[in-house]
């Protein structure tokens, strides 16, 4: 049986169209997942009231490297949430203004609130599994509040 001598040319064609058509779904599938996911809320209760934050999680090691004043969003907040306890302190080195930091147990008591300015470090001195980081000035926060996702 005698081959055709086009079936050389076609097959890679054909090989060009599908490395072509893969290209074109990966370009997609990244311009789709640059885009953030929407804020969420955050309710953080307090003796004086409910308080409901413009917020992100933040849930990765790569989140947790981006402090709610280093990142360009208008968020109120920043939840960030760790799968074990730690007693690691927190740095608002590059920060662009001033934060509330209250570190959280797992049931989102706060357990303590420092104030820090850009550029300082501060140690709990306790372990903690999550923190919530505020704008300043936007909610006085006391050990024994609780935030709520």
Do not use: C, H
């Amino acid at each position: 049986m005698e081959r055709n001598p086009l079936f050389p040319l076609v097959a890679f064609a054909l090989l060009i169209a599908l490395s072509v058509f893969s290209f074109l779904g990966y370009l997609l599938a990244a311009r789709r997942f640059q885009t953030p996911p929407p804020p969420t809320q955050v309710v953080v209760e307090t003796p004086t009231g409910r308080y409901t934050l413009k917020a992100r999680l933040a849930r990765t090691p790569e989140a947790w490297n981006l402090g709610l004043g280093i990142r360009r969003e208008a968020l109120e907040a920043l939840l960030y949430l760790f799968p074990t306890a730690t007693d690691a302190p927190f740095s608002t080195e590059g920060y662009r203004f001033a934060v509330v930091v209250a570190f959280l147990d797992g049931e989102g008591r706060v357990l303590k609130v420092a104030q820090l300015r850009p550029g300082e470090t501060y140690a709990p001195g306790t372990a903690y599994r999550g923190i919530l980081e505020v704008r300043e000035g936007l909610v006085e926060l006391a050990p024994g509040d609780r935030v709520l996702r």
